[in-house]
């Protein structure tokens, strides 16, 4: 199989980290970290989650937040994905991903 360089995700280390993938062209969905459960329970609710779409697909996303990393490691799996088949995607619950999760649930085509 040829590799794709589709989705590599790119992560700076800071305190909270940013990360993000692909461009944010298209119409986007930011979900801060304060509507997030697992950030409220942790205090940690300094930033957000910006997913970005086109065609009906993931093209981008920026995530600036505790676990960012992570976050952005599941959205560059789901660029290669509909975006039907992305809302397929369960977030345990409380988590991080759930922002992933209600940024996919709140776009409209």
């Known amino acids: 199989k040829v590799y794709s360089p589709i989705g590599v995700p790119k ?3 800071i305190e909270p980290q ?8 298209g119409k986007c969905v930011k979900i801060n970290m304060a509507e997030v459960a697992r950030a409220i329970a942790e205090k940690e609710t300094e930033g957000f989650v910006k997913i970005c ?3 009906n697909k993931i093209v981008g996303a920026v995530a600036f937040s505790e676990r960012a990393e992570e976050i ?3 959205i560059s799996v789901l660029m290669r994905s509909t975006l039907e088949e992305a809302r397929e995607f369960i977030a345990p619950h409380p988590s991080y991903l759930e ?3 209600e940024a996919l649930r709140r776009f409209e085509p």
């Open 72 to 74: 952005i490691s599941l």
């Open 53 to 55: 779409f086109e065609n």
């Open 99 to 101: 922002a992933v999760w």
């Open 11 to 13: 992560v700076l280390y």
């Open 18 to 25: 940013i990360a993000y993938v692909g461009n944010t062209n």
